[in-house]
């Protein structure tokens, strides 16, 4: 893809309409959410008419609802047997982009976002419907719909069935895949009923897995206009037995309509020159005085020795399988010594939950297990650390190693997916490189990577430095991921 693509190439007046089920700073679980946030601010100044639609869940907190503004409301048919559903349209104008939420309080007004695939497939059949028939509604007709994940996947379907011959009838679809894992799959009664989708639909080219079940995400990506996901080396990865998580035929089948194009992140939100939730700020200039002074500010916050010598490795991450810590908890007894500090912030599985509440008692004063979702205490930690650990199994693109980088943060990665595309490994002969890592999935690789970067880090601090340095001048932005999105979407407007 070419890095010179001028601003003046694109024509003002693009409508895109993002749909998907989290976005920051309203929810957030994990990347989508950053994600839905940020790529739309970065295509806004080029010219691009972004609107935003969410499920109105309960959660978002009282300060963002307390702003919406009532829009409309009308009735919807869903189901096979012609069930009608209330759809409330909320508004919300933040920093000059439009969000606009979908109420409906029988499927969004209770629990988190996500409360167990027999609750969620009809949730977010309804919400895909629910977002077109806004459309209609608002008379606000996009030119590409783009949707995000599994749970907007049926909106490419609709789109070209039901919503064929209305006004957005018109429009184009992209869908991007974040994660191949969660494909909301059901068996095919259940999924019929929710769609009310006529039976041709429930055939092997779309929803179809076998006799019994259906999977939403198979048939958005058989619908959709072109599908993206957000890194190159996953795109060609989950085309493959190992990441395709059963959809690799189906995947290389419509490769022609697959593209990476890998995430950056908002260096607005993410710029340790104004971060408030920092001890010290900084820039390349100062990075190392000032990064002494957030980790000692990290060290007590946390109950660690405090102590400015010691190699300080973070893990930020939802506690699952796929972010490699089956490697960590093989290899963590030999990787703790005397000189090294480990914090890990995360929730989730709770077998490593416990795994790492289980270290932090074994080492007081070394290890700390903060098991919360903390956004304050993650940018400390990106800031106070000096590399952060992302050896996972794998992993689509992955935003940690990108913030990391940002705030002079040495990411330690495998080799797989976005980690593969956006950390260069440390060379020491030719002194390039923006971290450290390695290629198979096994534990003593994991384990010798980390040694290596210790060994840098203690006995050759200057070249350990100029990586710091290097990291915090590499371009992490959304600069240009958005043109190509944009590219991408006046291509399929024509
Ligand atoms: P994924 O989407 O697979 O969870 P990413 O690396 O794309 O992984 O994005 C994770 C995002 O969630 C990052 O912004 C990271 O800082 C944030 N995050 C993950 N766990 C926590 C946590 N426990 N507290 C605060 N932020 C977290
Ligand atoms: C997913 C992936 C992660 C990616 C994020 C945003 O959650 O696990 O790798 O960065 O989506 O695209």
């Keep these: 893809m070419p890095e010179n693509m001028e601003l003046s190439e694109f024509k003002p007046g693009t409508k895109v309409a993002f749909i998907g089920s989290e976005c920051y700073p309203f929810i957030k679980t994990g990347g989508l959410g950053d994600v839905m946030y940020a790529l739309p601010r970065a295509l806004a100044p080029m010219g691009c008419e972004v609107r935003v639609f969410l499920p109105c869940y309960r959660c978002i907190p009282e300060k963002y609802r307390s702003q919406m503004k009532h829009r409309g409301s009308f009735m919807m048919d869903l189901t096979q047997d012609g069930r009608s559903f209330f759809v409330g349209i909320m508004e919300l104008e933040l920093d000059g982009l439009i969000y606009d939420f979908i109420e409906n309080r029988e499927f969004f007004d209770w629990g988190n976002p996500y409360t167990g695939l027999w609750e969620d497939i009809p949730k977010y059949c309804y919400f895909s419907k629910a977002c077109l028939a806004a459309l209609n509604y608002l008379q606000w007709v996009p030119d590409v719909v783009h949707c995000h994940d599994w749970q907007a996947a049926l909106v ?4 070209r069935t039901r919503f064929d011959g209305t006004p957005v009838g018109n429009a184009r679809s992209v869908l991007t895949i974040h994660n191949l894992r969660f494909q909301g799959i059901c068996t095919i009664d259940h999924l019929k009923y929710w769609t009310g989708l006529p039976d041709f639909l429930f055939d092997y080219a779309v929803f179809k897995v076998n006799d019994r079940e259906a999977n ?3 048939g958005g990506l058989a619908y959709a206009d072109r599908v993206t996901t957000v890194s190159e ?6 085309q493959t037995d190992f990441y395709g998580e059963g959809l690799n035929g189906h995947l290389s089948y419509h490769r022609e309509k697959l593209h990476g194009i890998v995430n950056g992140i908002d260096i607005d939100i993410w710029n340790s020159r104004t971060d408030r939730l920092l001890t010290a700020v900084y820039g390349e200039e100062n990075v190392l005085a000032a990064k002494a002074v957030n980790k000692k500010a990290l060290q007590e916050r946390l109950g660690l020795t405090v102590d400015e010598g010691k190699f300080v490795v973070g893990l930020i991450s939802r506690l699952t399988d796929q972010k490699g810590l089956d490697l960590i908890n093989a290899i963590f007894e030999q990787m703790i010594n005397d000189e090294i500090q480990v914090v890990i912030l995360g929730t989730g599985d709770p077998r490593y939950e416990n795994a790492f509440r289980y ?3 074994v080492y007081p004063g070394q290890v700390c297990a903060y098991i919360k979702y903390d956004e304050s205490l993650a940018h400390q930690i990106y800031a106070g650390s000096d590399a952060l650990l992302v050896p996972s199994l794998f992993e ?3 935003l940690t190693q990108l913030i990391a980088m940002r705030y002079g943060t040495v990411p330690i990665v495998r080799e797989t997916g976005g980690l593969k595309d956006t950390v260069a490994p440390y060379n020491e002969h030719t002194g390039e490189g923006n971290g450290f890592t390695f290629d198979q999935y096994r534990a003593d690789l994991l384990l010798k990577t980390v ?9 050759d601090r200057d070249s350990w430095n100029r990586m710091v340095v290097r990291d915090m001048e590499k371009d992490v932005s959304w600069g240009l ?3 190509l999105y944009l590219r991408l979407y006046e291509e399929l407007k024509g």
């Excluded at 490419?156 to 789109?159: G, H, I, K, Q, T």
């Excluded at 080396?233 to 989950?238: N, R, S, V």
């Excluded at 040694?451 to 006995?459: G, H, K, N, S």
Aim: charged share 25%; proline share 6%.
């Design 481 to 483: 991921s958005a043109k």
């Design 451 to 459: 040694r290596y970067a210790q060994q840098v880090y203690t006995e």
């Design 156 to 159: 490419p379907v609709y789109l």
């Design 216 to 218: 939403m995400f198979k």
């Design 233 to 238: 080396t996953y795109a060609e990865e989950i």
């Design 396 to 398: 689509p693109c992955g």
């Design 359 to 361: 270290y932090e008692s």
